[in-house]
C-alpha cells in the first residue's frame, strides 16, 4: 500500500470512518505529485510559476475572445482556469454557512468543509469508491432512484437490500427499516436516506424523523458501524407543515460514534441549475478531530483526482456570484412558491379523481413527483399509451408504478394532465 | 449478469471490444431507466412532458435571474437543463467534423462519434473501468502523468509496467516499446500513447511515428489484443517541421482487428479552456460495424451514467457557439504561435545554457513542458530551493527530474526563469 495511504489510515484507525472504509478506501491517498506541488506554487512562487499545466499570458488564462464574450461580467481565470480538486475554497465555505442557515440544528456541531464533486451522482460514486464493495451491505426503501443499483451493485458490487418504503399507515416504514437493520450482518451497513423521495416525493414527518434517528442511535449503540448517507438533492422543497424540515444529516452528525453521516447535495435542483454539475460531499460524526476530517478529505480528493481531476470552474464561480447576489434568496423563494402551488393543485385534483381509480396515489409532500400504484396490469404499456396516444410523458418504474413529475408541467395544465393519465389508465 | 448487458455483450462478442472488456466492462450496459425513458419522451411527448427530473414553467427551465444575466447571449436552456448522458448532439458532430479536418487520414475511416466526457481524466478512468482490472498491462513510457498510476493501478487494480521513453539516440524507444510488448502475457495489453508527452513535452517524429505503428501492427498480427489510447491532450501543440502532426488514432484506426484505438482528447488545452471539463472518447477498430460501435457506446454511456450522470451542459454549449464562431481559428492559431515562439526561445537558451550543467534537457519539441534530468542529488531539494529562495515554481518527478512549464511564464521573462534554474542546480 502506498506509505501516504498507510499515513491516513493510521490517522483514522481508531474511527468509525476506518471501519467502515472499503477497501478501494483504505488503499486511497491524495498523491504528492504536481497538483500537490502547483497548490505549494500557487502560494510561494512569487517570481515565476512553472509548474502550471495551462496556457497563460501577463499572468492571465490565455482564451479565445469568442469564449470570453458570452461571459462579460467574469474575469477570464474565474472562467477559463481549473478548480482546485477540493472545489472552491470561498464556494465551500458559502455553502457551509447556508446550510447550516437552512439547517439551524446544524450550528455548533462539528463537520467537514463540504468538499465540491461534479454533481450529486459523482458524489454517490465517490462515496460508493470509498466505503462500499463486495459483500457490503446497502440498505434503501423499495422506492429508490434507479442509478443507486447501477452505481452501488453494477460499478461497485456491493449487496442492495431493501424493505417497504411505507407502512400500512401510509407512513414511512420505520419497522421494515428496524427489521431490515436487525438483518444485517458484518457489522456494517450503509442506508441511503433520500429526503424529498425520488420517485415519491415524500419526505418524513417531524415525528417519523425523530423515531428514525433513534433506531439508528440504537443500532449503533448495539455495535452497528453505520454509514449514513443524507442525499438532498431535492432538499427545501417542502410543502406541508408537519414535514419535517431540516437534513436528516443535521441529527445525524453527532448522534453516536458508530455514525458517519454524509451530507449529499447540490445546486443542482437547489439553486435550479441540473446541467452545472456542482455537488458537495460534507462529513460528520461524534469526536472526530480536525486531522481526521482532514485525513478524510485526502481520500476523497483522491477519488475525485482519479475520476474527474477537478469540478467545472466556470459554474463553480457562476454559482457563488448569485449566492452573493442581493436578490438571491427573493429569486428562490419564488421558484419555491411555483413548485408549491402545483404541488396543492396536483393534491387537490387526485383526492377528486383517484377514489375507485386503479391508480393508487402514494404519498407524497415535496419534491418533483408523484408516484401511483397501478391496479392494472402494465405500466410500462400505460406508459407507451399515454406516449403515442395522447402525446404525454410519465415514467414507469418496476412495471408497477408511474411517476409524475408535476415539477415540469405549467399549473394550468395539470387538471388537463392527470384527467388523461386517469382515462387512459381505466 | 444484467439481461441487457448479456445482450450487448453478444453483438460485441466476435469484436476485440469484448476481447479486452474488463469483468467492469462486461457487465456494464445502459438502464432502460428514467433518462431513457425521458429521451423517448423529448420525442414523442407532443402534450405534456411529466418525465423530466427539472423544473419548468412555460416549456422552459426555471431559474435564478443572477445567473441568467451573467450568460445574457445564450437561452436558459442551454445554460440550465440537463445535457444528454452521451453530451449535446451538435457539438459531438462538430467535434468529429473538426477531428478529420485536423487529421486529414482520418478521412473514409470509420469511428464511433466522439461521445462527451467530463476532461480527459473523467475519459481515462471511464477507459479504465471498462478495460482495465486486476491482472491487466497497462504500458507506459516512464516518463508519464502521475494520474495514470493513482486511475490505472490504484483504482482499478491494474499493473503498469514502463519501458524507457528515450533510446541512447534522443529518440522515441521504439526498441523498448517492442521488448516490454514482448514481455506481455495473457494476449492483452493496454498502451498509453501520449503525445505531446506529460512530462517531456516529445513528439515522435514522423519516421518514429511510421515505426511504432508498424510495431503495433506486427504484435496485433502475432494474435496479441491491444488497446491502444491516443492521449491527445496537447495535441496541435507541434513546434517543429519533422514531427508527426496527426494523432495516432488516425493511424490506428483501421490497422488490424485486434487493435481497438481510442482517441481521449478534449477542449481543455485545444480550446484554452481548463475548467470546462468538456472531453471526448472516440473509437475506432477495423471492421466494427455500427451495431457493434452502438453496443460499446451503451457501455460507456453506462460507466458515465455510474460516474457522472452527465457533463456539464453550459460548458458544452459555449464551446459549440465558440467552435461556430468566424473568428475561432484565428484565435486558436494566435494562442499557437504565442506559445511556439516560446518554445523556441527556451531551445535557444537551453542549448546556450545547458553544456557542462547539472541539468540536461530531455528531448522536447511540442506541448506545455520541458523536462530536466538532474544530475545532481534531488530534485525535491532542488524545487524547494528554486521556491523558497528564488521564489520560482517547478514540478519534481521521481526526485530525478523537473518539469518546466513554459506555456505559464511569459516570453520576456524565460532568460531569467531559465538563468536563475541552472545558477540554482549548481
Known amino acids: 500500500m502506498n506509505t501516504l495511504a498507510v499515513e491516513l489510515n493510521k490517522t483514522l484507525e481508531e474511527t468509525v470512518i476506518f471501519r467502515l472504509l472499503s477497501d478501494f478506501g483504505k488503499r486511497f491517498y491524495f498523491p504528492k505529485g504536481i497538483v500537490s506541488q502547483s497548490a505549494e506554487a500557487k502560494k510561494y512562487a512569487t517570481r515565476f510559476n512553472a509548474t502550471i499545466g495551462m496556457a497563460t499570458l501577463g499572468g492571465k488564462p490565455m482564451h479565445l475572445n469568442s469564449l470570453k464574450e458570452l461571459i462579460p461580467g467574469l474575469p477570464p481565470e474565474q472562467i477559463f482556469s481549473y478548480a482546485p480538486t477540493p472545489g472552491n475554497p470561498q464556494l465551500r465555505e458559502l455553502w457551509l454557512d447556508e446550510m447550516i442557515r437552512k439547517n439551524p440544528?446544524?450550528?455548533?456541531?462539528?463537520?467537514?468543509?463540504?468538499?465540491?464533486?461534479?454533481?450529486?451522482?459523482?458524489?454517490?460514486?465517490?462515496?460508493?469508491?470509498?466505503?462500499?464493495?463486495p459483500g457490503d451491505c446497502v440498505l434503501i426503501p423499495d422506492?429508490?432512484?434507479?442509478?443507486?443499483?447501477?452505481?452501488?451493485?453494477?460499478?461497485?458490487?456491493?449487496?442492495?437490500?431493501?424493505?417497504?418504503?411505507?407502512?400500512?399507515?401510509?407512513?414511512?416504514?420505520?419497522?421494515?427499516?428496524?427489521?431490515?437493520?436487525?438483518?444485517?450482518?458484518?457489522?456494517?451497513?450503509?442506508?441511503?436516506?433520500?429526503?424529498?423521495?425520488?420517485?415519491?416525493?415524500?419526505?418524513?414527518?417531524?415525528?417519523?424523523?425523530?423515531?428514525?434517528?433513534?433506531?439508528?442511535?440504537?443500532?449503533?449503540?448495539?455495535?452497528l458501524n453505520i454509514l449514513c448517507v443524507a442525499d438532498d438533492a431535492y432538499f427545501g422543497l417542502f410543502y406541508e407543515k408537519e414535514t419535517h424540515k431540516e437534513s436528516l444529516f443535521a441529527s445525524l452528525a453527532s448522534l453516536h460514534e458508530n455514525i458517519l453521516a454524509v451530507k449529499v447535495d447540490g445546486a443542482t435542483k437547489e439553486e435550479l441549475v441540473w446541467g452545472f454539475r456542482v455537488g458537495f460531499l460534507t462529513f460528520a460524526s461524534l469526536n472526530i478531530k480536525t486531522g481526521e476530517y482532514d485525513a478524510l478529505d485526502r481520500k476523497v480528493m483522491g477519488a475525485v483526482r482519479a475520476s474527474i481531476?477537478?469540478?467545472?470552474?466556470?459554474?463553480?464561480?457562476?454559482?457563488?456570484?448569485?449566492?452573493?447576489?442581493?436578490?438571491?434568496?427573493?429569486?428562490?423563494?419564488?421558484?419555491?412558491?411555483?413548485?408549491?402551488?402545483?404541488?396543492?393543485k396536483v393534491k387537490e385534483i387526485?383526492?377528486?379523481?383517484?377514489?375507485?381509480?386503479?391508480?393508487?396515489?402514494?404519498?407524497?409532500?415535496?419534491?418533483?413527483?408523484?408516484?401511483?400504484?397501478?391496479?392494472?396490469?402494465?405500466?410500462?404499456?400505460?406508459?407507451?399509451?399515454l406516449l403515442m396516444e395522447q402525446g404525454i410523458g410519465t415514467i414507469s418504474i418496476q412495471d408497477r408504478y408511474l411517476r409524475v413529475a408535476y415539477s415540469s408541467v405549467d399549473l394550468h395544465h395539470l387538471e388537463e394532465l392527470f384527467e388523461i393519465i386517469f382515462k387512459t389508465a381505466e
Not at 352 to 377: A, D, I, V
Open 105 to 133: 440544528s446544524l450550528a455548533g456541531q462539528d463537520t467537514s468543509l463540504p468538499l465540491v464533486v461534479s454533481g450529486l451522482t459523482h458524489g454517490i460514486s465517490v462515496l460508493a469508491d470509498l466505503f462500499a464493495g
Open 309 to 344: 481531476s477537478n469540478s467545472n470552474n466556470l459554474t463553480q464561480n457562476l454559482l457563488l456570484r448569485a449566492m452573493q447576489s442581493p436578490d438571491y434568496r427573493e429569486e428562490k423563494k419564488a421558484a419555491l412558491a411555483i413548485l408549491k402551488e402545483r404541488y396543492f
Open 143 to 223: 422506492m429508490f432512484w434507479g442509478n443507486y443499483s447501477l452505481i452501488f451493485e453494477q460499478r461497485n458490487r456491493a449487496s442492495i437490500s431493501t424493505f417497504p418504503f411505507f407502512n400500512p399507515q401510509a407512513g414511512l416504514n420505520i419497522e421494515g427499516l428496524k427489521d431490515a437493520l436487525n438483518r444485517v450482518t458484518g457489522g456494517k451497513v450503509i442506508i441511503m436516506l433520500n429526503f424529498p423521495n425520488n420517485p415519491t416525493g415524500y419526505s418524513p414527518t417531524e415525528w417519523e424523523a425523530r423515531a428514525l434517528i433513534q433506531l439508528l442511535k440504537e443500532q449503533a449503540q448495539k455495535g
Open 350 to 385: 387526485i383526492a377528486r379523481l383517484s377514489p375507485g381509480s386503479k391508480l393508487e396515489p402514494l404519498p407524497f409532500n415535496s419534491g418533483y413527483f408523484m408516484t401511483f400504484s397501478f391496479g392494472g396490469s402494465s405500466t410500462e404499456k400505460l406508459r407507451k399509451k
